[in-house]
């Protein structure tokens, strides 16, 4: 992608990324996929959600979280007054991933390929200009805060990420084959309502 070659994706507008994002060839990722699975929601949305990488269903629908995880996703929006789809009663909602394409078998995230992929999402979040970030899972959450400290021991405080708060939880996929630390979902989800709420009043 020339933009990218001239290092253009932290210039680029939504069409621009957009383009770029379907059209790139950066990593091997790009050989398996049936799409890139770009992002979705209000392009100036309070809240932004930073998954993984699209699994098969996502490559299938070319949209993050629409699969079982992706399920879980949504009730854990309902929960606090959010959707995907615009008009939900508490502000609205950006969806992403790290990577944009789907790694084979679900494996995980290789650096290369997030060294790749990340400067979408950074552009993304420029973009969208949330009011808070909620990272989901330990490849968002080390692509975000630059730490390599696990989930459990980032979780419970609020980070920064470009200035913009960062609320750390578990990624859906891991609550679904870990259904007690749901609980410490819910907290997690609180924090971020709670910081929400003072980043407004600021
Ligand atoms: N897991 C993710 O991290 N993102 C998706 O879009 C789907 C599953």
Redesign the pocket.
Known sequence: VQGRRAGGVASMDWAALREAVASCTACKLCQGRRQT?FGVGAERAEWMIV?????EQ?DLKGE????P??KLLDQMLHAIGLAREPGAPRGQVYIA?VLKCRPPHNRNPEPEEIAQCEPFLRRQIELVQPRIILA??RFAVQTLLQSQEAIGRLRGRVHRYQGIPVVVTY???YLLRNLPDKAKAWEDLCLAVHQLRQERRA
């Open positions: 699975v998954g993984e990488a699209p699994g996502e993050p979280f629409v699969g995880a992706g991933n989901m899972g990624h859906p996929a």
